[in-house]
Nanobody, 124 residues
Framework: QVQLVESGGGLVHTGGSLRLSCAASGRTFSPYSMGWFRQAPGKEREFVATISWSGGTTSYADSVKGRFTISRDNAKNTVYLQMNILKPEDTAVYYC?????????????????WGQGTQVTVSS
């Protein structure tokens, strides 16, 4: 089992920045990929970004490319999402997810472990 806890959400104005963190605990000695997803009110949960175990492979949703950066520190069992130039449409609950694989995936169904989410609100 892997437990995930997100932090770093909050309220920010349009154009501002936030950095989300996701700390993993439990059986973290196996290689696992990490992903960030988000869910806005009344909408389905959607892919944001993913990173491989080594950190050498990343992938982003088109809507966040060039603005968001995913990274990880395996020594700290933590993955980050740096969010810049935030827009009101980025408002959502952001979820961290993990899966025991060396690759990456943008599909929700490929992730077995999920955090509880952290709220990000971007005011216009």
């Amino acid at each position: 089992q892997v437990q995930l806890v997100e932090s770093g959400g909050g309220l920010v104005h349009t154009g501002g920045s936030l950095r989300l963190s996701c700390a993993a605990s439990g059986r973290t000695f196996s290689p696992y990929s990490m992903g960030w997803f988000r869910q806005a009110p009344g909408k389905e949960r959607e892919f944001v970004a993913t990173i491989s175990w080594s950190g050498g492979t990343t992938s982003y949703a088109d809507s966040v490319k060039g603005r968001f950066t995913i990274s990880r520190d395996n020594a700290k069992n933590t993955v980050y999402l740096q969010m810049n130039i935030l827009k009101p449409e980025d408002t959502a609950v952001y979820y961290c997810a993990a899966e025991r694989t060396l690759g990456v995936s943008s599909r929700l169904v490929d992730y077995s472990y999920w955090g509880q989410g952290t709220q990000v609100t971007v005011s216009s």
